[in-house]
């Protein structure tokens, strides 16, 4: 099973008295296989470094009533880790997917993955189809918007990165006690956002989407600032991009384009022209969320 990885989020705030996020999936994506059997003992063996798709396995094993069978898990990925492309939930759902699909040969409801994957991390809302607007961190709240739009999505990685379970676990504590003293016109900023890309998707208007990806993002340098953030605004704007996303619990900033421009090489052009550091860029395509069957298949660990 194969899951898309994203850029970040579209928006993320608080509005309507939650925290929620508007996803942003891309074409590179997660993929997992997963076999089961009895009578070789217990436990999901899983390759290093993917400890929270082996818990993903662990937690559907459980609640398929398989505990006691042996799991074995295979993944391969195209994301970069630590950076807010939704590397861990496109594990996590892959794995949670191939593992329904091995035990009952049959595709497992989003809201099951969601369930999860929420219950492994707070998670991107890509175990959906198209663009989600979904409650990262209770998963009490998910509503389609549509299929994605036609962009391009210029991935810019500017270095460093960020633990999603220690800034979620920190941002949800101080966020909690903060609520009470934010300012009205930064709920407003945040819902205007939120409409914004929530009417765009529905509208196919790339523009409206630009905006209020570009809003969400300069609002978040208060709360997870990047230094290059405005600079790369700035290409953005020099480059004829239609806005600007980035990750709330990462470092990658994207750049949006129409699908039938050259916008993304001359935003290249201009980052190496101006001496950004940046690290490395991707140029890719937002797509729709959700599981689907792999093409082509992880070979399973022995």
């Keep these: 099973m194969t899951v898309p990885g994203s850029c970040?989020?579209?928006?993320?705030?608080?509005?309507?008295?939650?925290?929620?996020?508007?996803?942003?999936?891309?074409?590179?994506?997660?993929?997992?296989?997963?076999?089961?059997?009895?009578?070789?003992?217990?436990?999901?063996?899983?390759?290093?470094?993917?400890?929270?798709?082996?818990?993903?396995?662990?937690?559907?094993?459980?609640?398929?009533?398989l505990r006691e069978r042996r799991a074995d898990l295979g993944v391969a990925s195209a994301l970069l880790r630590g950076k807010g492309m939704g590397s861990s939930t496109?594990?996590?759902?892959?794995?949670?997917?191939?593992?329904?699909?091995?035990?009952?040969?049959?595709?497992?409801?989003?809201?099951?993955?969601?369930?999860?994957?929420?219950?492994?991390?707070?998670?991107?809302?890509?175990?959906?189809?198209?663009?989600?607007?979904?409650?990262?961190?209770?998963?009490?709240?998910?509503?389609?918007?549509?299929?994605?739009?036609?962009?391009?999505?210029?991935?810019?990685?500017?270095?460093?990165?960020?633990?999603t379970l220690t800034f979620n676990g920190l941002g949800a504590t101080r966020t909690r006690r903060a609520m009470t003293r934010v300012p009205a016109d930064r709920i407003g900023r945040w819902t205007k956002a939120f409409h914004l890309v929530r009417d765009g998707i529905r509208s196919g208007d790339i523009e409206a989407v630009g905006r209020g990806a570009t809003e969400s993002a300069v609002m978040h340098q208060e709360v997870l600032a990047n230094p290059l953030f405005p600079e790369i605004l700035q290409v953005a704007?020099?480059?004829?991009?239609?806005?600007?996303?980035?990750?709330?619990?990462?470092?990658?900033?994207?750049?949006?384009?129409?699908?039938?421009?050259?916008?993304?090489?001359?935003?290249?052009?201009?980052?190496h022209r101006r001496g950004l550091p940046v690290e490395g860029t991707l140029d890719c395509r937002l797509v729709g969320g959700g599981a689907r069957a792999a093409s082509r298949q992880v070979a399973r660990l022995q």
């Design 90 to 163: 496109a594990d996590v759902v892959a794995a949670a997917a191939a593992t329904v699909a091995a035990a009952l040969d049959t595709l497992p409801s989003p809201e099951l993955l969601a369930e999860v994957a929420i219950s492994v991390e707070p998670s991107d809302g890509t175990m959906f189809s198209g663009i989600t607007l979904f409650d990262h961190r209770e998963g009490s709240l998910h509503m389609s918007l549509g299929p994605p739009p036609p962009l391009r999505i210029l991935v810019i990685d500017p270095g460093g990165t960020v633990d």
């Design 237 to 271: 704007r020099d480059a004829g991009a239609v806005g600007v996303n980035r990750a709330h619990s990462g470092t990658v900033v994207g750049l949006l384009f129409p699908i039938d421009t050259d916008g993304p090489e001359a935003a290249e052009d201009m980052l």
């Design 8 to 65: 970040g989020e579209l928006v993320q705030g608080w509005t309507d008295g939650r925290l929620l996020q508007i996803t942003c999936p891309i074409d590179r994506f997660s993929t997992a296989e997963v076999s089961i059997e009895s009578g070789r003992g217990t436990g999901v063996h899983a390759p290093g470094g993917y400890e929270k798709a082996r818990a993903a396995v662990e937690h559907t094993l459980e609640r398929l009533g």
